[in-house]
């Protein structure tokens, strides 16, 4: 793609294109230093290890259903604030990417405020240093990310298709599921994406709120930090594992989107109109 | 201007009178500059790294040492031990380094960064934290052994974690931990909120935690000492500044404050 697109075709200034490239480069350069540090000798021995591979099924599992947690609760939160006009919205909004600006130490103690054994429900949930805090902390850091992209995407649509298809009698949930869900599945992928990414990265929540025992909630992160004390080269290790399972979900979620983006993106109404004509008829 | 000029006097009396509560409280009975143990005044910045631990300790005593020495300013960065030989060993520049425990003061002079002998200055015991009140009526070690008590610790990989696993070997307690924490700090707020029914952290801890946890009696504990061993840095920019320093928390000033923070004797 990239050798294809000239500089001078695009009309955009050259010093632009040079403080784009020196914005890549500040992402990438510390991640190639990293991989200079690896200790590919025991590379395999490192990140084999039952602490290595209890701590990355752990994080898989768990990031897996906090994406799952994040798209039952998130695609209608999406719908509401998308649609539904109401008193409060931009309030209710900002309270809904609340976790996307809280530190995430901070998150993990209004969890505790909330679920904790003296919390507001009074310890009803026994969740405490088991692998479902794991997920609610996840799931709880992660969420905007869905809700912010899915309401986007279905602000960008538009009304028009599901109006058309109640006049021609669909009920609401047939509208939601089979014309306005299947416009926005773009942004649905790119949203799950980044939630997963997001659950599989959380660090400080889990840390406050459920712990770290090996295969119960010492998720990745957490297990690298914790092998920084006395093992920098296993933390590296893990460190380049976690890097690539993010790259291989990025790539494989792309590669699975790609067409299914190419459609509405363009945001032109032609494009954009043919498309989900035909993809809510079957 | 004369205003300003009353003000800067008021303030300048108010530090005055602070100075002289300090070194009263300090109970030295000797003036402030004659505290100085070094022959030369000290001046300019001491950069001190120091264990995690000490922050409150060492923020008092680095207050007290800049009083004791007119134009010095004492920079603290603490940390994780570990973490701090990791910066130092990258470069960073510093003066002073205390760390929390032996292994990782062993580190830094391998990785050849210290300069001269490391001092041993105090020690920490292991103590057993609950929450206020004991809801779990934790009697003692033997005690955190039950299968229904939650108890959190720090893993094995840090200072306090392997202390912990030494007293379960010494007295063949295994304990069934519901979280082992990377730091001493993560298993004192699981205990202060009442998650955790036990905790093991350091007497220190317990003692600067204050009302938000008690302890229970942990005789067993006596056995498996912590050492805190200082040391100047050999990229150091003040070398009189760093050997001030240690001469200082070494001495009786330091002796004190450490004393009264729970720390032991070395």
């Not at chain 1, 025992?213 to 296993?234: F, K, N, S």
Request: glycine share 10%; aromatic share 6%; with cysteine.
């Amino acid at each position: 793609m990239t050798p294809r697109r000239a500089p001078a075709s695009t009309g955009i200034p050259g010093w632009v294109l040079v403080v784009a490239a020196l914005g890549a480069l500040f992402v990438l350069l510390p991640v190639v230093a990293m991989v200079t540090r690896v200790d590919w000798t025991h590379f395999v021995a490192l990140i084999t290890s039952p602490s290595s591979v209890d701590a990355l099924l752990l994080s898989l599992r768990t990031s897996v259903a906090a994406t799952a947690g994040c798209l039952v609760l998130g695609i209608p939160m999406a719908v509401v604030l998308a649609r539904v006009p109401f008193r409060g919205r931009g309030l209710v909004r900002a309270i809904v990417l609340l976790p996307l600006v809280l530190p995430p130490v901070v998150g993990g103690i209004a969890l505790l405020a909330l679920y904790g054994r003296r919390g507001l429900l009074d310890g009803a949930l026994p969740i405490a240093f088991s692998t479902p805090a794991v997920v609610i902390a996840q799931t709880f850091v992660a969420l905007p990310f869905l809700v912010l992209s899915l309401e986007g995407a279905l602000r960008t649509t538009g009304q028009r298709y599901e109006a058309v298809a109640a006049t021609l009698g669909a009920r609401p949930s047939a509208v939601l599921f089979r014309v306005t869900l299947p416009l926005v599945t773009p942004a649905i992928v790119s949203g799950s994406i980044l939630s997963f990414a997001r659950a599989l990265g959380e660090f400080g929540a889990t840390l406050t709120f459920a712990g770290s025992l090996q295969g119960t909630t010492r998720t990745l992160p957490l297990e690298i930090y914790l092998q920084r004390e006395t093992d920098p080269d296993t933390a590296v290790a893990l460190s380049l594992v976690l890097i690539a399972v993010a790259i291989a979900v990025v790539a494989v979620a792309h590669g699975a989107g790609e067409p299914l983006r190419r459609r509405p993106r363009p945001g032109t109404a032609p494009r954009g109109a043919s498309r989900p004509a035909a993809g809510a008829t079957p | 201007m004369r205003t300003r000029t009353g003000v800067v006097a008021s303030m300048l009396a108010a530090v005055a009178l602070a100075v002289a509560g300090c070194s009263a409280g300090a109970g030295t009975g000797t003036d402030t500059p004659t505290q100085t143990p070094t022959k030369h005044a000290v001046t300019g910045t001491v950069t001190v790294f120091a264990a995690a631990s000490l922050t409150k300790t060492f923020t008092q005593l680095g207050a007290d040492f800049e009083k004791a020495n007119p134009g010095s300013t004492v920079s603290f960065s603490f940390g994780g031990s570990s973490d701090l030989v990791t910066q130092l060993g990258a470069g960073a520049p510093a003066d002073v380094f205390a760390s929390a425990d032996q292994k990782n003061m062993d580190k830094a002079v391998s990785a050849g960064v210290v300069s001269g002998e490391p001092v041993d200055f105090a020690t920490n015991v292991l103590a057993i934290a609950v929450p206020p009140g004991n809801p779990a009526h934790v009697t003692g070690w033997k005690d955190l052994a039950k299968p229904d008590l939650k108890v959190v610790v720090c893993a094995p990989q840090v200072p306090c974690g392997a202390a912990t696993a030494t007293v379960e070997s010494k007295t063949g307690v295994t304990l069934k931990p519901v979280s082992q924490e990377s730091a001493v700090t993560d298993v004192l707020g699981k205990v202060s909120s009442g998650e955790a029914d036990a905790g093991i952290v350091y007497a220190t801890d317990v003692k600067g935690a204050g009302k938000s946890v008690d302890s229970v009696p942990f005789p067993e504990a006596k056995d498996v000492v912590n050492t805190y061993p200082i040391a100047e840095i050999k990229q150091g920019q003040n070398f009189t500044g760093g050997a001030a320093f240690i001469a200082y928390v070494t001495g009786p000033a330091g002796r004190k404050a450490l004393e009264a923070a729970g720390f032991g004797k070395p």
